[in-house]
């Protein structure tokens, strides 16, 4: 089908094709067809029949996969591919055209109501996992919708507030992520925030939307608002936004029309929107034409249960009577306990919530795989209030003193968190440490598993379990997953995403989140997870990518080669245990000496070896020297600095275990002398000593340097050179200072 020139259209009809026709579709005008949009990202949330004004009506069944925030753990790119093919399958099923997500904003800080919605703390993981959605559900013919664009970290007023944000950490953390999927996956489409990014409303915001995501990234597709974020339309089409969301009745259709006629918004700019409205219908009308697998719910709900084994994180499993908890004995009986073993937490609340195709509960899964073992259950809690807690204790410590060993699920009820608010507090309910306390008191050989979006305080459990398993959460195939590891039919390889702290206070946004009056200051700067807790040397609960394994593994041998592309490294990893397993190797960089300041180390790159016991494999990883630079505000962009650089090949960032350093070649940056340039700055200019010698005498310090009492050489240093012409005695004028900046300027030309 050959879809309408978008020249060829009116200015009216150019301004209905940026606003919705309903809550999920667009107008169809003339040939451009119709398009559907509908929730994501870790499943298709396609709203059957006619969709309410408030998109909360039922929706059809659909896979629910791991949610970001288990996804995260898995720190496998590939297997965030094969989510986003499958999402691309039932997308096209069920009618879709562009499914929104990836969500890929930074974990700033554990209480923000929306983390189960984004992958990590650190941005060269979130981008890397979620380009790999993106390539994975585009390559169906489906469009992706990376969000929320941009520094939306909070829930708390976050149809309001500003992020106020420097540039070095705005471009360091906050944009990274999304710079990357966007120039390595092309998404369709990307999706603006609610929020104020520094004083001016995303959805209107030309800096963000026109300067830095088209001019400086490329980005060709269309910025669509997220829903109800559009204050002012025109300003936002002036802006970069090509798609208001959701439908209007067409009342800011008009307005649009009616500032292109009073001259107030640039035609041209309305024609461009329009013509990336139409582009992205091209796109969708080529999907649709695109063969895919027909939606198999079973199959899908197979590697959902494959993909949420590799999310779970074995934070801990110390040895009882000389024998690790975990796994689990076949054959043996078995005590679980806790709500969520029969009703298991396994996604977040709010607009991502999936009407899953089926949900494995965790006990059914266990007994299923118990191989005869008696498995008894016991709620010992719940989650609404009802019951008598002390009656639902005694009977899981009776359960679990008759058993050889008891697994308690512990964690956090939809109504604790979700999208919409942030939590005031990172503790686990003090019904379930009670519970724990009085199961371990009988039964040492006791294992945890948590079931949460956001991160836990976890040292009361680490203190009483001797094993804990972090499921996060885990999508409707979680309960078959948890059974797997348990019983280590998989042996567990997920990594921590994301700080554990030791307590709430410690945590970098403590005392700036959510924010107030309108304002949410990141005064932590570039000091986000790790590189907070590494820069101030403080201790944590479990630290950014930890994670156990049922085997162990060496590291040995690590070596790097450096080009003008970046820095090559490889180290040798050997399964040194009886099983076979999957290590997750990751490489951190740091830069000692730094003229600028910067975290201890930052994650750069990493890679899987999956070995037989005993085997050896050389992991190689590629650090693109992008990846290398920091942003420089006095030149505006980013710089690499030249010098020597360590690489560390790490189990953890607490858990190094090779470090080799290697010599990088930096970027030259030149800046333009002015009367504000410091003595210091003009004087590191080769020239500037002859040139500014010949046009006023520099004062020279007294013989023994202490006439003052000061270091005569640095206070002169940091003077501006401007302010010396006071004490030139009129001898020196403005003018002549300033035609030897321009000589020594031209220098550097």
């Known amino acids: 089908m050959t879809i309408h020139d978008p020249a060829a259209l009116t200015a009216s ?3 209905a094709l940026g606003s919705g026709a309903d809550f999920w579709s667009t107008k169809q005008i003339g040939d451009v067809p119709s398009l559907i949009l509908t929730d994501g990202p870790h499943g298709v949330r396609r709203q059957a029949g006619a969709s309410d004004h408030l998109g909360i009506a039922g929706s059809e069944p659909a896979t629910c996969f791991p949610p970001a925030v288990g996804l995260g753990q898995s720190w496998d790119a590939s ?3 094969q989510v986003g093919a499958a999402l691309g399958v039932e997308s096209r099923a069920l009618g879709v055209d562009v499914l929104l997500g990836p969500g890929i904003n930074i974990k700033r800080d554990p209480r923000c109501g929306r983390n189960f919605e984004y992958y990590s703390e650190d941005p060269y993981l979130s981008g890397r996992l979620a380009a790999s959605w993106v390539q994975g559900l585009q ?29 070095r950490p705005l471009r360091e953390i906050y944009l990274r992520a999304f710079q990357h999927v966007v120039q390595q996956a092309q998404p369709w489409t990307v999706m603006c925030s609610y929020n104020r990014v520094n004083g001016t409303y995303a959805s209107e915001n030309h800096w963000l939307l026109t300067k830095v995501l088209r001019d400086e990234w490329g980005f060709d597709g269309v910025v669509v ?27 800011t259709d008009q307005q649009v029309v009616e500032a292109v006629d009073a001259g107030e918004l640039d035609a041209g700019v309305l ?20 063969r895919v697998p027909a939606f198999d719910a079973d199959a899908h709900h197979a590697l959902a249960r494959q993909v949420a084994a590799r999310c779970v994180v074995l934070l801990k499993n110390d040895p009882v009577d000389e024998q690790a908890v975990l796994p689990l004995r076949v054959g043996s009986p078995v005590a679980v306990i806790g709500e969520f073993a029969q009703t298991p937490r396994y996604q977040g609340g709010g607009s991502s919530h999936v009407n899953p195709t089926r949900v494995d509960t965790p006990v059914d899964e266990i007994r299923a795989l118990a191989d005869g073992g008696v498995v008894t259950y ?47 507090h990172i503790e686990l309910p003090a019904e379930q440490l009670e519970l724990l306390t009085d199961v371990v008191r009988v039964q040492p050989r006791t294992a945890v598993v948590l079931s949460h979006g956001g991160v836990l305080r976890l040292a009361p459990v680490a203190e009483l379990a001797p094993a804990v398993l972090d499921g996060a959460l885990l999508g409707q195939a979680g309960g078959g997953a948890l059974a797997d590891v348990l019983f280590g039919r998989v042996n567990p390889s997920a990594r921590l995403a994301e700080t554990v702290p030791v307590r709430l206070q410690d945590t970098p946004a403590y005392l700036d989140f959510p924010g107030e009056h309108g304002h949410v200051a990141y005064g932590e700067g570039l000091f986000v997870g790790y590189r907070w807790y ?45 099983r076979a397993g999957r290590e997750v190797v990751q490489f951190y960089v740091a830069k000692p000496g730094s003229s600028v300041a910067r975290p ?6 990493h890679a899987v070896a999956e070995l037989a016991p005993g085997r050896s494999a050389r992991v190689t990883v590629f650090l693109d020297r992008a990846d290398l630079a920091y942003w420089d505000i006095r030149g505006d962009r980013w710089v690499v600095e030249g010098g020597t650089y360590e690489v560390r090949a790490a189990a953890s960032s607490r858990d190094i275990r090779e470090t080799t350093t290697v010599e990088v070649a930096g970027d030259e940056l030149v800046l333009p002398l002015t009367v504000n340039s410091t003595l210091g700055e003009v004087m590191a200019t080769p020239g500037a000593a002859e040139v500014l010698g010949a046009l006023m005498p520099m004062p020279q310090a007294a013989a023994d340097n202490d006439a003052l009492g000061i270091d005569m050489a640095k206070m002169m240093a940091s003077i501006p050179v401007g302010r010396l012409l006071s004490f030139a005695g009129g001898a020196v004028t403005r003018d002549d200072l300033d035609k030897a900046l321009t000589q020594l300027n031209a220098s550097q030309a």
């Open 13 to 15: 009809e150019q301004a």
């Open 79 to 81: 297997l965030t591919e």
């Open 139 to 167: 390559g169906a013919g489906v469009g992706a919708s990376l969000k929320h664009f941009a520094a939306n970290n909070t829930e708390h007023d976050r149809m309001r507030s500003s992020s106020d944000i420097a540039p």
């Open 225 to 251: 608002s997220d829903w109800g974020a559009v204050q002012d339309r025109v300003k936002a089409v002036a802006a970069g936004l090509d798609l208001e969301m959701p439908g209007s009745g067409g009342g």
């Open 271 to 290: 024609a461009q929107a329009a013509g990336r409205m139409v582009a992205l219908a091209a796109k969708a009308e080529a999907g649709r034409a695109v």
């Open 378 to 424: 016991a709620a010992g809690f719940t989650t609404d209030g009802s019951g008598d807690p002390a009656a639902l204790r005694e009977e899981a410590v009776r359960s679990a003193a008759a058993a050889d060993a008891a697994v308690v699920f512990l964690g956090l009820a939809a109504h604790q968190e979700s999208e919409g608010f942030d939590r005031e």
């Open 534 to 578: 590494d820069a101030r040397d403080m201790a944590v609960g479990f630290p950014f990518g930890h994670g156990l394994s049922y085997t162990s593994f060496a590291y040995s041998g690590l070596e790097v080669a450096v080009d003008a592309e970046g820095i090559t490294a490889s180290v040798t990893v050997t399964n040194t245990g009886e």
């Open 600 to 605: 201890p180390q930052e994650l750069k790159g």
